[in-house]
């Protein structure tokens, strides 16, 4: 059975320090990896990995896939109270059009 | 980047009555729309996939005569709930593919239904 599994679950951090999300997957025929954030509303894309070991990076937040391992990290450094969300991994197979969500790592903040 | 609207963003009806959610893609045509629901604190359960001209295909566990789904146009998708029960109380949120656009999916801001 297709699984995407996020940890940890919750998370809870004091402004300026790094914090590491993971994401492991057993999925049939992997296409693509997606990190998304949700605050509130729906969720809005951060990235998208489809190769091992190339590091995408956007200001604060970098995420890394394992195709091998069969896992992906977001991480987000220097952390600000407006990091404050529900992360959101997902996985897509090359067939179909199903994305294969975890249950989210939710990240709090505090100043 | 792409923009997903959705109609109306929080409803409140009452158990028996039928809601209907609209999803509109403004940037560009959706041939696929997918139907999400999410629970309080848990993550996103794909409903169904939209498909524009053809009956939609409903994941396993989901009614499909309980969650009507209606893809007229390749601008707009509808989600009907049917005699909601306060059980389908939920955010329900729809998503785009964009021809073309392989892997990522644009997602509507989503609707909060209460049903007392």
């Known amino acids: 059975e297709d699984k995407v599994v996020q940890s940890p679950l919750s998370l809870v951090v004091h402004e300026g320090d790094t914090v590491t999300l993971n994401c492991s997957y057993e999925?049939?025929?992997?296409?693509?990896l997606l990190w998304y954030k949700q605050e509130k509303k729906a969720p809005t894309f951060l990235f998208m990995l489809?190769?091992?070991?190339i590091e995408k990076k956007s200001g604060r937040l970098s995420s890394i896939l394992d195709k091998k391992e069969l896992f992906s990290i977001l991480n987000i450094t220097a952390t600000q109270t407006g990091d404050s969300a529900v992360y959101l991994c997902?996985?897509?197979?090359?067939?179909?059009?199903?994305?294969?969500f975890g249950t989210g790592t939710s990240l709090t903040v505090i100043p | 980047g792409a923009v997903v609207s959705q109609h109306p963003s929080w409803v409140i009806c009452k158990s028996g009555t039928s809601v209907k959610i609209e999803c509109r893609s403004l940037?560009?045509?959706?041939?696929?729309m997918f139907w999400y629901r999410q629970f309080p604190k848990q993550s996103l359960m794909l409903m169904a996939t939209?498909?524009?001209?053809?009956?939609?295909?409903?994941e396993q566990g989901v009614e499909k005569d309980k969650f009507l789904i209606n893809h007229a146009s390749l601008t707009l998708s509808t989600l009907t709930v049917t005699s909601a029960h306060p059980e389908d109380s939920s955010f329900y949120i729809c998503?785009?593919?964009?021809?073309?656009?392989?892997?990522?999916?644009?997602f509507g801001p989503g609707t909060r239904l209460t049903v007392t």
């Open positions: 998503s785009v593919r964009a021809a073309g656009v392989l892997h990522e999916q644009y």
């Open positions: 999925v049939t025929n992997f296409r693509s």
């Open positions: 489809t190769s091992s070991g």
């Open positions: 997902a996985v897509k197979p090359n067939t179909g059009n199903q994305f294969y």
């Open positions: 940037d560009f045509q959706a041939t696929t």
């Open positions: 939209s498909n524009e001209g053809s009956k939609a295909t409903y």
